[in-house]
Every structure is written in structure tokens, then in C-alpha cells.
T-cell receptor
Framework: DAGVTQSPTHLIKTRGQQVTLRCSPK?????VSWYQQALGQGPQFIFQ???????QRGNFPDRFSGHQFPNYSSELNVNALLLGDSALYLC?????????????FGNGTRLTVT | AQSVTQLDSQVPVFEEAPVELRCNYS??????LFWYVQYPNQGLQLLLK??????LVKGINGFEAEFNKSQTSFHLRKPSVHISDTAEYFC????????????FGQGTELSVKP
């Protein structure tokens, strides 16, 4: 039973560029959430997708956008990259509306902006 | 708004000694509480969760936590730690009506020495 998989594992981009990160949820899960974890910090909630719609959003600018596909996989897009966007980006999946279905996290994508 | 405070950024302890990692939260609504562990270069793994019922919650790897509503605390404990417990530990809270959106603390680095 595959868990949450993210790609790529590492990425280096230049300031001003755009980036797309990908996530496949754990088998049986229908909801994907994205988190940003800066070095030495706890993860911060970016947004959550269910039924291909953004359901909740954290305090992140519109440069951060996402998408969910019919197979429940998801993408996170970040435009006009800033140095401060350098972080570990974590994807987590769960079953919508089920508190007994805690988040399962992937190993993350390490984004470095130079 | 919800917030989580982990009272210790670093906790050094000798192998086989007991440990307590402290977590306080603030919220105006009913919440679910979680502890996650993060090993180097990995995502987050759920240790335990409090949804309702008994205030003493047992998790994996011998960890347990106690929910104290009056003190708004959810401290994590283990009676005897191992070298392999060395990792970053995160306390998190979610609104019962906003599943999937976790608010994390800053993390506590547990370092177990031989």
C-alpha cells in the first residue's frame, strides 16, 4: 500500500521563476493538503483540495496556487519565486470529513531559490 | 485564532531516562490534538492523537500524551527513551470543523545521548 508520494525530492530555482510540485495521495484518500516548512520551523498550512476544489486556504499570497485531478493527485504551483520561498514543501492526504483519518505526510520536496 | 506553543526548543536527555515534551494551545473552539515526529530528511509521522474520550492517549513507540482542557495543554511523555527517538517533535491542533488544516508548533528537538 503506497503512502503519499511527492516529486521531485529536490529542486533548485532562480528568483522570479515558476515551479510545480506534485503529490499522489495515499491509496483510499480523497483530500490533499499542502504545507510549507521553513528551516527550523513547524509546517504552515497553504491550502487543501477536495473534489478538485480548493476548500481551505492559509495565509499565503496568490502566487501560491494548486490543482487537484480526478485521480485525487495534486499539484502546487508557485509563481514569481522569492528567496523566502525556499523551504520543504509537504503534501498530506486524508479522507474528507473523517476525524479518525489523520493526515499522512509525504517526505516532501526541498525547494531552494537562489 | 488558534496557536500552539511548544515550550522547549531543545530537550537533551540520556538514554533510558524519562522525557516530557511540553505543548500548550490556544483556541476558542473545540479542537483535535496531535503529536507528529519528523526524522531527518523525512516527512511527518503521526505519534498519537486526541479526538475525544479518555484524556490519556497512547501512541506508537511507547509514547503517550495527556489532554488537560483546563490548562490547555497536551504534553508528550515517554518513560524510557532510546537513541532512535532522536528526532524533531511537533504538536498540532485542528478545529473540529476544519479537518485537514493543522496548526503546528515550532517543534522540539529531542536529542538522546548514550
Amino acid at each position: 500500500d503506497a503512502g503519499v508520494t511527492q516529486s521531485p525530492t529536490h529542486l533548485i530555482k532562480t528568483r522570479g521563476q515558476q515551479v510545480t510540485l506534485r503529490c499522489s495521495p495515499k491509496s483510499g484518500h480523497d483530500t490533499v493538503s499542502w504545507y510549507q516548512q521553513a528551516l527550523g520551523q513547524g509546517p504552515q498550512f497553504i491550502f487543501q483540495y477536495y473534489e478538485e476544489e480548493e476548500r481551505q486556504r492559509g495565509n499565503f499570497p496568490d502566487r501560491f496556487s494548486g490543482h487537484q485531478f480526478p485521480n485525487y493527485s495534486s499539484e502546487l504551483n508557485v509563481n514569481a519565486l522569492l528567496l523566502g520561498d525556499s523551504a520543504l514543501y509537504l503534501c498530506a492526504s486524508s479522507l474528507f470529513g473523517s476525524p479518525n483519518s489523520p493526515l499522512h505526510f509525504g517526505n516532501g520536496t526541498r525547494l531552494t531559490v537562489t | 485564532a488558534q496557536s500552539v506553543t511548544q515550550l522547549d526548543s531543545q530537550v537533551p536527555v540520556f538514554e533510558e531516562a524519562p522525557v516530557e515534551l511540553r505543548c500548550n494551545y490556544s483556541s476558542s473552539v473545540s479542537v483535535y490534538l496531535f503529536w507528529y515526529v519528523q526524522y531527518p530528511n523525512q516527512g511527518l509521522q503521526l505519534l498519537l492523537k486526541y479526538l475525544s474520550g479518555s484524556t490519556l492517549v497512547k501512541g506508537i513507540n511507547g509514547f503517550e500524551a495527556e489532554f488537560n482542557k483546563s490548562q490547555t495543554s497536551f504534553h508528550l511523555r515517554k518513560p524510557s527513551v532510546h537513541i532512535s527517538d532522536t528526532a524533531e517533535y511537533f504538536c498540532a491542533v485542528s478545529d473540529k470543523n476544519q479537518g485537514g488544516k493543522l496548526i503546528f508548533g515550532q517543534g522540539t528537538e529531542l536529542s538522546v545521548k548514550p
